[in-house]
């Protein structure tokens, strides 16, 4: 029985001593040295040898309500992306149940100058079925938005500018459910809104679309439609 007790004496001092260290370490993460260095460590870590990533003005809350001035995105050619001002809102110990839920992400503005480079050829084999990323627990994002989307014309072959709001859910054994709505800001006004839900074991996907633009509107040019008419669109 001592040695039981001995051995238990010892396991809840070895969890103290764990949780005393997480405790020193999410302590110190609320500093500012501390903060300088989990952006160093993010950027280390998304960053590849083809793609640097870097992190300006990381603040707020760790982990929970972060803030970060800048992320911006460059290959070998340059930079390619850039977002500003971002709200990250989540709640970290539901990951003890499970789920990953984010309650908000949000940017002020995102600039795309084009499309990442890529050396790699496509693969010429491959599989028509739509293919869903198995993860480890369930993730629900309550809401979604930037506020200026700037596309360069090397994007999509003329400019636009956007706005973006959406959520997203797999809590639904074997579904995942997605709300997507993007509107045009800049020139002619236009919107679409995607509504779909997609079950992983049937591989049935179900997808109402309403699309709605003006005259000489974004869609029209795109798709090359003669005279750039007014598009009513509802799937």
């Known amino acids: ?44 870590m998304l960053s590849t040898p083809g793609q640097l990533v870097e992190i300006d003005g990381l603040d707020g809350r760790v982990p929970d309500r972060l803030t970060v001035d800048q992320i911006t995105i460059s290959d070998t050619a340059g930079e390619w992306l850039s977002v500003t001002e971002i709200s990250l809102r989540w709640r970290p110990l539901r990951l003890l149940g499970g789920l990953l839920h984010v309650e908000q992400l949000s940017a002020t503005d995102l600039s795309l100058a084009r499309l990442p480079d890529n050396d790699q050829a496509p693969s010429k084999e491959g599989s028509a079925d739509l293919i869903v990323p198995q993860l480890p627990f369930a993730l629900r994002l309550d809401q979604l938005s930037v506020e200026a989307i700037d596309l360069q014309p090397a994007v999509i072959g003329t400019p636009a500018g956007l706005r973006l709001t959406g959520s997203f859910s797999t809590e639904i054994e074997d579904t995942v459910q997605s709300l997507l709505a993007i509107e045009r800001i800049d020139g002619p006004s ?39 008419p007014e598009v009513d669109l509802s799937l």
């Not at 809104?193 to 795109?222: C, F, M, N, W």
């Open 190 to 228: 236009g919107s679409i809104t995607v509504k779909s839900t997609y079950a992983l074991t049937e591989q049935t996907l179900d997808i109402d679309a309403q699309l709605h633009e003006p005259a000489d509107g974004l869609v029209a040019r795109l798709l090359g439609i003669a005279g750039l």
């Open 1 to 44: 029985m001592s040695r039981a007790r001995t051995i238990a004496k010892r396991c809840a001092w070895a969890l103290a001593g764990v949780l005393g260290l997480l405790l020193l370490v999410l302590a110190f993460l609320q500093t500012g040295p501390g903060l300088t260095a989990l952006e160093r460590s993010l950027e280390g």
